[in-house]
């Protein structure tokens, strides 16, 4: 049992670090399915090649079903089991891929929360309890973490492009895509 190309489209279309947190582990199925995240649709879809029912797909995640809400395709449903099964025969290599994305997106993230802006002489005195916090970060750190961030966000595309056996290309990784794609 693998997931059909509908659904693997529709993972794609929702995409981000919690695609590929599912995709890298079971932890990250049971993070999707528990955060209820959705979509409430009409989001346009910025992938090239993607099929026309993608267009204007939102999705619902309840009760570990993902369902898509696409005008077009009525009834497009993942269950939290059929993700576990596909990846679980993803291959080893992208499976690393997918975990190196995964822990790349959280380190980001976290370092972008200690950055601090607010204003006091001295944080760790005002504010002791938040003792990581970079206050004020350097420009140069700041514009760093972002140029990360984005090179991530690219990064997650084109892993899970490889993992989920599809070519749609986001517009937002289009302008990093040479750095991902060599030889590819
Ligand atoms: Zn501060």
């Not at 993972?11 to 049971?30: K, R, T």
């Amino acid at each position: 049992m693998t997931l059909a190309v509908d659904q693997r489209w529709l993972l794609l279309h929702m995409g981000s670090w919690q695609i590929v947190h599912a995709l890298a582990s079971p932890e990250g199925v049971a993070n999707l399915m528990r955060s209820r995240s959705g979509s409430t649709g009409g989001r346009a879809s910025d992938l090239n090649g993607s099929p026309e029912w993608l267009a204007d797909c939102g999705w619902e995640i309840n009760g570990s079903v993902i369902s898509a809400r696409a005008r077009r395709l009525p009834g497009l449903n993942i269950k939290a089991a059929e993700i576990n099964r596909y990846a679980a025969h993803l291959p080893a290599d992208i499976k690393a891929e997918l975990v190196a994305c995964r822990d790349a997106g959280t380190a980001n993230a976290v370092l972008r929360a200690r950055f601090c802006h607010c204003g006091h002489h001295d944080h760790a005195t005002y504010m002791p309890w938040e003792k990581d916090r970079i206050c004020p970060p350097t420009v140069e750190q700041e514009n760093n973490a972002t140029a990360d961030y984005w090179r991530i966000r690219a990064w997650q595309h084109v892993v899970l492009a490889k993992a989920l056996g599809l070519n749609g290309r986001s517009h937002i990784a289009n302008d990093q895509l040479d750095l991902f794609e060599v030889g590819a």
